[in-house]
C-alpha cells in the first residue's frame, strides 16, 4: 500500500512501487478489461464476421466478472464498467444489425464519461481516484491530504478533456474508414492518447507530492510486497 506520514513536513518519503512492479500489478486488469474483449472481438470479426465477433467479445467479457465473483476477488472498476457497457452494445447491435452503431455507445459513453468526470471534480470527489485505486492500493491518510485531492480534482478535468479529443478523432475514422481498418486506427489511437494521459498523471502527482514536501521514491521491497498482496 502506498503510504506517507500525514505531517507533510520536509523529510517525508512517498515510496511507490517501481513502474514494473505497477505495469505488472495492473496487467491483469487491463487485459481482462480492455485488451481481452477487443482482442476476441477483432479475431472472431475476421474469421467469423460481425454477429459472431459480438457474442464472442459479451462472452469474454462475461466469463472474466463471473471468474472474479465467484472466486471473490475485488472487480475492477475497469471490468465493471467495460462489462456492462459491452452488454448495452452488444445486445443494441444485434438488434439493428448495424456495425457503425456498435461503435457509437462508446463514444457517446466517452462524452458522457467526460461530463462525470468534471462534475465529480467540480464536487470534490473525483473519479480518478476511484481508478487509480484499481491499479495500486492507497493509504486512506495519504488520499485525505488537500494537496493530493486537488491532484485528483485536476487530473479529472485533464483526463475528460482527452477523453473528448479522442471521441472526436474516433468519430472522424469511423466515418471516414472501413470497419477491419477502423478497429486497428482506433485502438492506436485510443492506446496512445490513454499511455500519454497516464505519463501526464504520474508527472504531475510526482510534481504535487514534492510541492507539498514529500520526496517520491520509486521502489522498495515492503510496497512491492504489498502490492502483490492487493494483486
Known sequence: MVTVSESGDDGSVLQLPAPRAALLHSIPTVLEGVVAPAAVFYVVLLLGGFRAALVAAFICSMAALTRRVVRRDRVSTVLAVGAVL??????????????????????????????????????RRPLTQRFAEDFCPWDPRLLRRPRVQQFFVRISVMWAAVMLVNTGLVLWLLLSTSLKSFVLERTAITWGSTIGAIACSIFGFTYTMRRDGIAVRWGGRRVEEQLAEAA
Do not use: C, N, Q
Not at 95 to 107: H, N, R
Not at 114 to 122: D, K, P, Q, T
Open 86 to 123: 459491452l452488454a448495452l452494445r452488444t445486445g443494441f447491435s444485434l438488434i439493428t444489425e448495424s456495425p457503425t452503431l456498435y461503435f457509437v455507445p462508446p463514444m457517446a459513453s466517452s462524452v458522457v464519461a467526460s461530463i462525470v468526470l468534471v462534475g465529480s471534480a467540480i464536487v
